[in-house]
């Protein structure tokens, strides 16, 4: 028992910590939440570093993606240069770098831990340890949504005040509270990590029927992955729920299509039931199914709204020659700046945001590490399409959101880039 302790580090631990500090917010609205996980990643890039010193094979740490990616962390840790040179107070930019940019680490955790020596002997092999990783990322946040859910449906009044306070609703009372599930994150985080979840459940659910066919731990995943599903419907978030839809289709093309992994007839039937519960919903529940559909039409509208607000950020940034290239400096975009005299924000559309801060040369970087990323994963999708999915997917939320901002959705995002990133320099090393 004490070995396996000895064995747990920071990387496995930081989404059960993470999530029970914001659980603990119900106890005390003044707990610093990003502080925490702040601190928890710095505790990790301080693994990552013993990992390197303690390693004999320093060498093979250094790599072109390695360096893109390190370059891409560099890059964003200089903003602060922009960031006071465009007139914005330091503190933005110290939130948003311990946010969006801090993540990153986790990149590292996959490329260097998993495959760092010492932990390879206690643990068998990197693919216990990245399934290691995984498992608790997913097992973490069913824990996590089992007490949203409790708390959602239940809707005690000092919960109705804890979210009236946080700011996640403007009433409290348990009508507003039903709305949707903010959870102890907010509904827009929740729905992705439930998209996240269902993805690495379904990445189980491939492994075990390989090994076993339809066993009794295929059920349980089974059962893993409609319940994320259904959380995610739950949080009532339009990008999330679009996202969870996609999934199923891209895994059901995978399955059926592409892989070929299972007869016809089985996706004529899961059609059939698909078909029976929406049928069943629309009259048993039909206000539901209107609500959740009003949602769903609603998000071109949403996207268009948005889209001038996108236009206006992009033509105010500085017209000096560095505007472009440099961006506004991290945090300039985001919520943070709201408030700030001059401030051009853009408040939920996280790519667009990206540019905005980052500019030309930082944008750009972002885009050659996920191409390089995507087009060696499609080489091999049966291995990665887990990951092709958890990355993609929050990409596509990230149109209308701020997915590739937030601080506990990007660590499950860059281990998943970090993934497919340690066999790209690992072939990269075998082909020298």
Same mark, same amino acid.
């Given at each position: ?5 000895k ?14 500090? +914001?659980?603990l917010?119900?106890?005390?609205v003044?707990?610093?939440? /990003? ?7 710095v ?12 390693? *004999? ?10 360096i ?5 962390? =560099?890059?964003?840790?200089?903003s602060f ?6 007139? +914005?107070?330091i =503190?933005?930019?110290?939130? %948003?770098?311990?946010?969006? !940019? ?12 998993c495959s760092?020596?010492d ?12 399934d290691?990783? +995984?498992?608790?990322?997913?097992y973490?946040?069913?824990?996590l ?6 708390l959602y ?13 946080? /700011?996640?609703?403007s ?5 507003t ?7 102890f ?10 998209v996240?979840?269902? !993805? ?5 659910m491939?492994?075990?029927?390989e ?7 295929? #059920? ?6 409609i319940?994320?599903?259904a959380?995610v419907?739950?949080?009532? *978030?339009r ?14 093309f995978?399955v059926?299509?592409?892989f070929?992994?299972?007869d016809?007839?089985?996706?004529y039937i899961?059609l059939a039931?698909?078909?029976i519960?929406i049928?069943a919903?629309c009259?048993?529940?039909?206000g539901i199914a209107?609500?959740?559909w009003?949602?769903?039409v ?6 268009g709204?948005r889209?001038?607000?996108w236009i206006?950020?992009?033509?105010n ?11 506004? /400096? ?10 700030? %005299? ?7 559309g996280g ?9 030309a040369?930082?944008f750009?970087?972002?885009v ?14 049966k291995k ?6 958890? !990355?993609?997917? #929050? ?10 901002a937030?601080?506990?959705c ?5 281990f998943? #880039?970090g ?5 790209v ?8």
């Amino acid at each position: 028992m004490l070995d396996k302790v000895k064995q747990l580090r920071f990387s496995f631990l930081y989404f059960s910590l993470a999530y029970l500090c +914001y659980v603990l917010t119900v106890i005390d609205v003044h707990i610093r939440t /990003g502080v925490f996980a702040s601190l928890l990643l710095v505790a990790i890039i301080i693994e990552i570093g013993l990992c390197i010193i303690k390693s *004999g094979k320093k060498s093979d740490f250094i790599s072109l993606l390695n360096i893109s990616v390190f370059a891409y962390f =560099s890059y964003n840790f200089l903003s602060f240069i922009w960031i006071l040179k465009n007139g +914005y107070p330091i =503190s933005i930019y110290v939130e %948003e770098f311990s946010n969006s !940019i801090l993540p990153i680490v986790f990149y590292f955790v996959a490329t260097i831990v998993c495959s760092d020596d010492d932990c390879l002997k206690a643990n068998s092999d990197e693919k216990n340890m990245t399934d290691k990783i +995984y498992k608790f990322f997913m097992y973490s946040f069913l824990v996590l949504s089992i007490l949203c859910i409790i708390l959602y449906l239940w809707a005690p009044q000092f919960y109705c005040d804890y979210l009236f306070n946080m /700011g996640y609703i403007s009433k409290a009372d348990a009508s507003t509270v039903h709305v949707r599930m903010e959870g102890f994150t907010g509904s827009t985080i929740i729905s992705y990590l439930a998209v996240a979840a269902m !993805i690495v459940a379904a990445k189980y659910m491939y492994e075990s029927y390989e090994k076993a066919g339809l066993s009794k731990g295929l #059920a349980g995943l089974s059962a893993l992955f409609i319940f994320f599903f259904a959380v995610v419907f739950l949080a009532n *978030g339009r990008a999330g729920m679009v996202a969870a839809i996609l999934v199923i289709v891209y895994l059901n093309f995978l399955v059926f299509f592409s892989f070929k992994f299972l007869d016809k007839k089985y996706l004529y039937i899961e059609l059939a039931i698909i078909g029976i519960l929406i049928v069943a919903m629309c009259v048993a529940t039909p206000g539901i199914a209107h609500k959740i559909w009003a949602r769903l039409v609603s998000l071109p509208g949403a996207v268009g709204q948005r889209s001038e607000q996108w236009i206006s950020a992009i033509n105010n940034m500085p017209a000096a020659w560095y505007g472009q290239w440099f961006g506004n /400096g991290l945090g300039a975009n985001g919520h943070k700046a709201i408030g700030i %005299e001059g401030a051009h924000i853009v408040a939920d559309g996280g790519l667009v945001k990206l540019y905005c801060e980052e500019g030309a040369i930082g944008f750009a970087l972002y885009v050659y590490i996920m191409l390089v990323i995507f087009r060696f994963a499609f080489k091999n999708l049966k291995k990665y399409f887990a990951e092709v999915a958890i !990355i993609g997917t #929050a990409i596509l939320m990230s149109i209308g959101s701020n997915i590739i901002a937030f601080q506990l959705c990007l660590p499950i995002i860059w281990f998943a #880039a970090g993934v497919i990133g340690r066999d790209v320099i690992n072939k990269n090393e075998r082909d020298k």
